[in-house]
């Protein structure tokens, strides 16, 4: 099975992308902390995976003229989307958990709510094990987060203190999107790959989708598998999203995106950025020639490297420098990139990731 294997940089200059609501320790009633992982003394700012596929998802819908989002449905305390990856396509890469309550209030309540009148029926607990993954986004250094005090003033009396934390930092977060998972969809009776009950069954035999026996799923056809991915790869390149945007207005589209094709869900890109002494971002040569090295028969495309200009510039010549010197065979003794790479800016590499898709899909999605 093959994977995208990727890794992202997100450059936060003056930001609080992801905050951890009231901050009990602060010396006002209303101030707000950003999350943050604490290791050895020191702290380290993050943005959650959910966060990050919430900015994900909301960008698709905004920004992609095919993407096509699934309703979501609230019932009591719980909520939940329509869960029929056959029609919506978040429902598809991103996954789904739904159990239906059998209570007859709710089964009432369903029946008399008159959005659901287009909702795919249930008939039993249906989950996907979500073919795209993240990682938490954590700062490359330690940092001390910065105290921000401000007032609400435009009031006769008092103004009304208030405090929130932001941070300078590069963030580094890693991604996989399972090809073979996409657009196959499992009805085994197991958790997570239930993913078709016997409703999304009986509509997948009517729109002819392929049969895997063996896997006991269905699959869509190849074109189709291929859109849906499409549109999430060159969604990465447009992502927006991040909590106080009104004050600090981070960019959150990547600055670096280091990404490929690959045999397993492995992610050998984990050490080949990190941070230097200065807690700057910096390439670490020895681990990218290792990497290739070590990880090179299962690598089944170019590697597709995107760095912004201006973003560390002299970094940016290391990486290009070094993947011209392995592909050419002047860096460790002989070419060791099978399939050669692509160089430029993050939105461009992602794009010709995607349109490579079209080309290479039967072999990748197989």
Do not use: C
């Amino acid at each position: 099975m093959a994977f995208i294997t990727g890794l992202l940089l997100v450059d936060a200059p003056a930001s609080a992308l992801n905050n951890a609501g009231a901050d009990e320790s602060a010396r006002t009633d209303n101030a707000v902390a950003t999350k943050l992982i604490r290791a050895g003394g020191r702290a380290y700012p993050y943005v959650s995976a959910q966060a990050f596929r919430f900015w994900l998802r909301t960008t698709l819908e905004r920004e992609s003229a095919d993407w096509k989002a699934a309703p979501i449905f609230r019932e009591a305390k719980v909520a939940y989307t329509d869960a029929n990856p056959l029609s919506w396509w978040d429902d598809d890469l991103f996954g789904y958990m739904r159990a239906p309550s059998k209570r007859a209030d709710a089964v009432q309540r369903r029946q008399e709510d008159k959005s659901r009148i287009d909702e795919t029926e249930t008939s039993t607990t249906i989950t996907r094990v979500s073919p795209f993954r993240v990682s938490t986004l954590v700062s490359i250094a330690p940092v001390t987060p910065t105290e921000d005090f401000g007032t609400m003033s435009r009031h006769e009396g008092d103004p009304v203190p208030h405090q929130h934390q932001f941070y300078r930092t590069v963030l580094k977060g890693l991604v996989s999107l399972d090809l073979h998972a996409s657009g196959t969809f499992s009805y085994r009776n197991r958790t997570g790959y239930l993913n078709l009950d016997d409703t999304r069954k009986k509509a997948a035999e009517a729109g002819s989708l392929e049969h895997l026996a063996a896997e006991q799923s269905y699959r869509l056809p190849i074109g189709e598998r291929v859109a849906r991915v499409q549109s999430l790869v060159e969604g990465l390149g447009v992502l927006g999203g991040g909590a106080k945007q009104a004050i600090h207005y981070t960019d959150v589209t990547p600055a670096v995106v280091l990404a490929m094709v690959t045999r397993g869900g492995n992610n050998p890109f984990q050490y080949v950025v990190g941070a230097g002494s200065d807690g700057v971002p910096r390439v670490q040569v020895d681990a990218l020639t290792e990497m290739i090295q070590v990880w090179g028969d299962q690598i089944l495309s170019p590697i597709y490297a995107g760095w912004v200009q201006g973003f560390h510039d002299t970094q940016r010549e290391e990486l290009t420098k070094t993947l011209a010197g392995l592909a050419d065979g002047s860096v460790d003794g002989g070419s060791k990139l099978p399939q050669g790479h692509v160089v430029g800016h993050p939105r461009t590499v992602l794009q010709q990731l995607a349109a490579d898709l079209a080309e290479h899909g039967t072999e990748w999605m197989a």
